[in-house]
């Protein structure tokens, strides 16, 4: 218990200060927070003009698709925005920076997530928040099982960056692989699932869980089924203890990179 | 002439060297290209017709594999100027025998020419296989080549004018992402203009984003001589425009600078 306190001490502190060095820059603050909301809202154009065409696509409408964003961009932006260095767990590696946060007595792999923080992603949070509103009448009584489903979301997308990163332990610099897999998941999950052939819908809800990203957690907001709910809960608190036995495991083959830095 | 061409033949190289990323690059394009085969044959599957706005499965997936083409090629020359500029170092770039923006041209044009070729290679690969057809003609490829060159001209211009707005502004990403995303959309990126609504399509035909990304992917599956000559003449057009807007935004810059002894 005392451990838990410790860690949720941490990352609070983490973001506060990563939160107040933005704010040192407040004019790039605004402006990438702005620019990734317009980036974000420029991307439901494609959808916008295909379904003035098409009344539906397999089932789901410009409504559905707008909940699918909604949905991945908060959990995207919170990722980012909470556990933004989840994204460059390779990179970490391969330099052999993870030396820094060994030393300390903290949770290494959570000290090392939760370090950095994305600033743009505050746009895709917002973008999530006012396009899942803007998708349907009466969107914020169904507001706090958003919120949820984003955060999971946000849990799937750290817990397959983190996987995806510690392949570094084994094959060397993995940056650019756990990159392409990690622009694979968000690439995919803003499809609806079931536009794809049956094959690569099963990579989808596996390999490249984009499904658990996207479509599950957007199906459940606009028809909610507890039991789909228990499966999301279930995979993402299954993909992240695989997250976790996967980093650790890797650790004990990590070896110094030998590297007198100085992190401020 | 000679030594910009001499920086096009070393970003050429130093492009090739790395190999790792050209791969992932290839992989990116497949990925694309399965989603966009996918996507579209749901479309065309629920629609019930053949064509949609004039363009069969076929065409609209090579139409998009063009598009991928030019924009996976794209410049990101942006990154570096506003690094130097940031840092101070394009100072230094004031002594050497170039224009530093001509230079900053060739260097994009060099790095984007070996990710062209593979680009358009994976993708007409990919597609080939995927529709069991090409949907253009040998015609339609010469024009594909010729207005695809020059958008990627353009592009670079483009990307060299985002690059020297770190002289006004601190972050050029958010410039550049709205850059991307009007490709995407009012470019014709995602969607042939055809299948725009009119006014929209009004609007967006005197925008330069279209010669950049629909431009060149139209005259691939749909040749037309009296389209691809006039949509050269456009291209020439904003060319001329964006190289005398990169010429002023550098002369004002040049008077930002300011240089201390050392």
């Known amino acids: 218990m005392g451990d838990s306190i410790k860690t949720a001490r941490l990352v609070a502190g983490y973001f506060r200060h990563n939160l107040m060095s933005a704010m040192a820059y407040r004019g790039a603050f605004i402006l990438q927070v702005v620019g990734m909301l317009l980036n974000d809202l420029m991307l439901l154009f494609f959808w916008w003009i295909l379904f003035q065409r098409l009344p539906t696509l397999q089932g789901w409408d410009l409504g559905g698709v707008m909940t699918i964003y ?19 767990v390779a990179q970490v590696i391969a330099s052999g920076d993870l030396d820094y946060y060994l030393t300390l007595p903290a949770d290494p792999l959570v000290h090392l997530i939760v370090s950095r923080m994305s600033l743009p992603a505050w ?12 998708a349907g009448p009466e969107r914020w009584l169904s507001l706090p099982l958003f919120v949820l489903l984003g955060l999971l979301t946000a849990l799937v997308m750290t817990a397959f960056a983190v996987i995806v990163g510690s392949l570094s332990f084994w094959i060397g610099n993995a940056d650019a692989i756990a990159l392409q897999a990690v622009n694979a998941l968000t690439t995919f999950s803003l499809y609806p699932v079931d536009i794809f052939p049956p094959a690569v819908r099963v990579l989808l809800y596996t390999v490249i869980p984009a499904a658990f990203v996207g479509s599950v957690p957007a199906a459940l907001l606009e028809d909610l089924r507890w039991q789909n709910l228990v499966l999301m809960i279930a995979f993402t608190a299954g993909i992240v203890l695989v997250a976790a036995g996967v980093f650790y495991r890797g650790l004990r083959r990590y070896e110094s990179g030998n590297r007198v830095t100085v992190r401020g | 002439m000679i030594r910009y061409a001499a920086v096009v033949t070393v970003a050429i190289r130093q492009q090739l060297a790395y190999r790792a990323e050209i791969v992932m690059r290839a992989v990116s394009m497949v990925l694309f290209m399965g989603v966009f085969m996918a996507l579209w044959s749901s479309a065309y599957g629920v629609s019930g017709q053949a064509e949609l706005a004039g363009y069969s499965l076929a065409e609209i997936v090579w139409y998009l594999a063009m598009t991928e083409t030019i924009t996976l090629s794209s410049s990101r020359v942006f990154v570096e100027i506003s690094e130097a500029v940031k840092a101070g170092d394009v100072a230094y770039t004031l002594t050497r025998p170039l224009s530093y923006p001509l230079y900053q041209v060739a260097y994009s044009l060099g790095g984007s020419l070996p990710r062209f070729a593979l680009n358009l290679l994976t993708a007409s690969l990919v597609v080939g296989l995927g529709m069991g057809r090409i949907a253009g003609s040998a015609a339609g490829l010469a024009a594909f080549l010729v207005t695809a060159a020059l958008a990627l001209v353009l592009d670079a211009l483009v990307a060299v004018l985002i690059g020297l707005a770190a002289f006004w502004i601190e972050e050029v990403m958010p410039a550049y992402w709205i850059y991307q995303k009007l490709l995407f959309t009012v470019g014709g990126l995602f969607l042939p203009l055809e299948m725009f609504p009119g006014w929209l399509r009004g609007v967006v035909r005197w925008l330069p984003f279209q010669f950049i990304s629909y431009v060149p992917a139209r005259a691939f599956v749909a040749f037309e001589p009296a389209f691809v000559l006039q949509s050269i003449a456009g291209q020439v057009a904003y060319i001329t425009l964006f190289a005398a807007v990169v010429a002023l935004v550098w002369h004002r810059a040049q008077r930002r600078m300011v240089l201390h002894g050392g």
Request: glycine letters at 20%; proline letters at 0%.
């Open chain 1, 70 to 88: 909604g949905v991945v961009a908060f959990g995207f932006g919170l990722a980012h925005v909470a556990c933004g260095n989840a994204f460059r």
């Open chain 1, 123 to 134: 746009g895709d949070i917002l973008f999530g928040l006012v396009v899942f509103i803007l």
